[in-house]
């Protein structure tokens, strides 16, 4: 079956890095997009990055344009992101997962999550 695994989540210092990795097992992983949301406690889970099936378009939410890049491997079907520059809100636990269609910013139109990594940043 289809399964996404998070790693690479952390307890990190304002202005520090963190790389989260997204393994995928189960499915062509090079047939389709995928992307990255985040769910702060008590906040609705929300857009991150989205990369497509060949790593050539990606795209990112505003807050993190510029400090966040995704990208992918799809020899050994994993997805990253390099976190640079962060700040305390972007503390939250990160999800990776597998777009179905639809826009790509909409949680709804990505399935097969993962369990999430946690990341904190400490101000």
């Known amino acids: 079956q289809v399964q996404l695994v998070e790693s690479g989540g952390g307890l990190v210092q304002a202005g520090g890095s963190l790389r989260l990795s997204c393994a995928a097992s189960?499915?062509?992983?090079?047939?389709?997009?995928m992307g990255w949301f985040r769910q702060a406690p008590g906040k609705e889970r929300e857009f991150v990055a989205r990369i497509d099936t060949s790593g050539t378009n990606t795209y990112y939410a505003g807050s993190v344009k510029g400090r966040f890049t995704i990208s992918r491997d799809n020899a050994k079907n994993t997805m990253s992101l390099q976190m640079n520059s962060l700040k305390p809100e972007d503390t939250a636990v990160y999800y990776c997962?597998?777009?179905?269609?639809?826009?790509?910013?909409?949680?709804?139109?990505?399935?097969?999550w993962g369990q999430g990594t946690q990341v904190t940043v400490s101000s």
């Open positions: 997962g597998l777009q179905i269609g639809g826009t790509y910013y909409t949680g709804s139109n990505y399935s097969y």
């Open positions: 189960g499915l062509a992983f090079r047939s389709y997009a």
